[in-house]
């Protein structure tokens, strides 16, 4: 199934900022993240279609992940 | 007649601004988003801050804090933001503690205060903030920045925003890599205070179970719904 993930602010670093992939029925959110080589600490918030997720939620097929990494600065 | 706050009449009414001008506001945190925040406060016209910093200024400060410059290396930056401040409105009220905001002394320095922003530099700290301002009962602006990358939101009492922003077992973000830098820092810190203003007024969109996620290199702004 297709899943198109989207990257923001450092995650960008060395990647593109959109991905496409064709990954198996049934994947979760965090094994994409994993396969990306991204820690889930570098992982703050995390949207399917544009909705706060949970990273062990099943996605579907056409689904839009978004990463977006912890900003904790003053 | 022209008075010093002759400019904001043009878009506040009479009724907003003298409710504004009278709101006590806690400032957590004086350096890089504190400084411009404490600064922004004062120039529209807050006349009671409560303002919160352990630190002493450094010269690694000097490329983004707004208080800080050669000749006050050293010196604590609540004292030299009061300091600062009151050169722009010497009738502003400012109570300085410079001490570091904990769960231990934050309910005896946010007492009194209708409205609470941070500049801080860590994500414990803002859990202890957001505890305390549920607690009794007053909203939280909850301002971040990294690098090119900010965030803000506004958290009112009971709200379970912030969980949704950080995990609880971490101190900080991408700022470790990123550094920050007086641009980024400005910015965020003036979408902040503009939270601030609008909570106090209740008028335009204030963030609420939303955070407004800022990246200044793809000139990108993103307000991502944290509601399920």
């Given amino acids: 199934m297709s899943i198109c993930v989207k990257l923001f602010a450092t995650l ?21 993240i994993l396969k990306l080589n991204i820690e889930l600490n570098e992982v703050a918030i995390l949207l399917v279609n544009g909705i706060y997720s949970p990273p062990e939620q099943e996605l579907e097929d056409g689904d ?9 600065g003053g | 007649m022209k008075d010093r706050f002759f400019a904001n009449k043009g878009s506040f009414s009479n009724k907003e601004l003298e409710k504004i001008y009278n709101t006590r506001v806690a400032v957590i945190g004086c350096g890089g988003l504190g400084g411009y925040i404490i600064q922004e406060l004062v120039q529209f016209g807050i006349r ?6 352990a ?31 009151e050169k722009v409105n010497s009738a502003v009220m400012i109570t300085a ?23 801080v530099d860590s994500i414990q700290t803002r859990f202890v903030i957001v505890a305390l301002a549920s607690q009794i009962n007053i909203p939280y602006v909850c301002c971040s920045v990294a690098g090119f990358y900010g965030q803000i939101t506004s958290i009112f009492p009971k709200d379970n925003t912030l969980a949704k922003l950080y995990d609880k077992n971490t101190d900080t973000g991408i700022e470790k890599k990123t550094g920050n830098f007086s641009f980024s820092v400005a910015a965020i810190a003036s979408i902040g205070v503009s939270q601030v203003i609008k909570i106090i007024i209740n008028r335009g969109n204030v ?7 800022v990246d200044i290199l793809s000139n990108e702004f993103k307000i991502i719904s944290l509601q399920k």
């Fill in chain 1, 12 to 32: 960008r670093e060395n990647r593109d900022k959109k991905l496409e992939f064709d990954f198996k029925k049934g994947i979760t959110s965090q094994e994409i």
């Fill in chain 1, 64 to 72: 839009v992940v978004s990463l977006f990494p912890p900003v904790g």
């Fill in chain 2, 48 to 53: 009671e801050l409560v303002i919160v910093d």
């Fill in chain 2, 55 to 85: 630190d002493k200024f450094e010269l690694t400060n000097l490329n983004r804090q707004l208080y800080c410059n050669e000749n006050n290396l050293g010196l604590l930056k609540v004292a030299q933001a009061k300091k600062n401040a």
């Fill in chain 2, 97 to 119: 503690y410079d001490k570091k905001f904990d769960a231990e002394n934050g309910l005896e320095i946010l007492k009194d205060c209708d409205i609470v922003i941070d500049g």
């Fill in chain 2, 207 to 213: 963030l609420q179970h939303h955070v407004l996620l």
